[in-house]
């Protein structure tokens, strides 16, 4: 049976074309420096969004966790939003890693305000850490794929400037957000002080994640880098598929959110589904009725060979990519139907 795997945007396997290019790379050793390919993915991620400079790591969770070790000390306090990926899906980083605390925010779908910053940053007295950092989430997962408002970031920037905090933004999936939005890159690059994004969701490379910021900041997030042993060899060929797929990859994530607006009007049919979360992007997540066993429902779909994930109690994840097409979800409303 040909299954269609819903559970991520991760499970993409590279293209023919991505293939190639990964096996025509020109090599070097990138702990010396000398892969001319990372050097290249490297300086063109930095470009993209008007920053300075740009590092290549194996994943999303060491790009954000180096981020928050290069701007914080071990005390310090970073304010996010409750549903965060660094908060809820880095195995405690945070604190692992970098001895911060956290200030969690209650935002609406992951997003919140310029007034929630201000009304936790922490006041300049011994008894509290100290607020060091503000970290959002765009798209935000946990928020079925939330595009963050342009004028609320620019409010939130303003804020850290005020206040001596550091803004870093958590951009796995940012690209799903350019491609549906107005967004202006160099706005964007010129908001953060750095900048994660993944290469290994969306955009469909088997590995790998930039971390973008000014000079000063990569040359101290390289060091981190080495310390959490991210130091990579001949890193060429994996950053060969992250410059095939921002020449290629980006645009197409339309596709992707179209068809995840399709199989939302489908699922918002089904018996055993009681809502769909508004989406923005390539992320639904669907409540299901109280007495609706959430294994059931996910047995069920995997025995029509269709692979989706449970999203906390009750919710079930379904995530387009690169590697489902319109056809794909056109047979999804056949088999959804059959489950009760
Ligand atoms: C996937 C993801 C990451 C990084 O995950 P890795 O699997 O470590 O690459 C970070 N933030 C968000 C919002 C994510 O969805």
Redesign the pocket.
């Known amino acids: 049976m040909n299954k269609i795997d819903f559970r991520s945007d991760?499970v993409t396997k590279p293209t023919g074309l991505m293939r190639e290019a990964m096996n025509s790379a020109q090599l070097g050793d990138d702990v010396f420096g000398d892969d001319p390919t990372v050097n290249l993915l490297e300086s063109k991620a930095a470009a993209l969004f008007g920053k300075e400079a740009s590092l290549f790591c194996p994943?999303?969770?060491?790009t954000?966790q180096i981020a928050i070790n290069v701007h914080t000390r071990p005390g310090d306090e970073v304010i996010c939003d409750q549903l965060a990926?660094?908060y809820n899906?880095?195995g405690g980083g945070i604190a692992f890693n970098s001895g911060c605390s956290m200030k969690l925010m209650r935002g609406d779908r992951g997003r919140f305000n310029a007034k929630d910053v201000l009304e936790a940053i922490n006041p300049d007295d011994p008894h509290f850490p100290v607020s060091k950092l503000v970290s959002i989430?765009n798209t935000?997962?946990k928020g079925a794929g939330a595009i963050w408002d342009m004028t609320e970031i620019a409010s939130i920037r303003k804020v850290c400037q005020e206040k001596g905090l550091m803004f870093h933004l958590?951009g796995?999936?940012l690209f799903n957000a350019l491609v549906e939005s107005e967004y202006n890159e160099a706005v964007i690059g010129s908001s953060f002080d750095s900048i994660?994004i993944?290469l290994?969701?969306g955009l469909g490379c088997p590995v790998g994640?930039l971390l973008i910021g000014d000079a000063e900041f990569i040359k101290r997030s390289r060091r981190i880098r080495k310390v959490f042993g991210g130091g990579m060899r001949q890193a060429g060929m994996l950053a060969a598929a992250g410059v095939y797929a921002l020449d290629h990859h980006v645009n197409r994530l339309k596709e992707d959110h179209a068809n995840a607006r399709n199989l939302g009007e489908i699922l918002n049919q089904c018996p055993w589904v009681k809502s769909v979360m508004p989406s923005d992007t390539n992320i639904l997540v669907v409540d299901l009725h109280e007495d609706t066993e959430q294994e059931r429902i996910l047995r069920e779909l995997e025995s029509f060979g269709i692979l989706a994930v449970g999203f906390g109690p009750g919710k079930i994840r379904f995530v387009t990519h690169l590697d489902i097409d319109g056809k794909d979800i056109d047979s999804c409303e056949k088999t959804f139907n059959r489950i009760k």
């Open positions: 991760t994943s999303g969770t060491m954000n990926h660094i899906y880095e989430e935000c997962n958590d796995a999936r994660s993944c290994s969701k994640s």
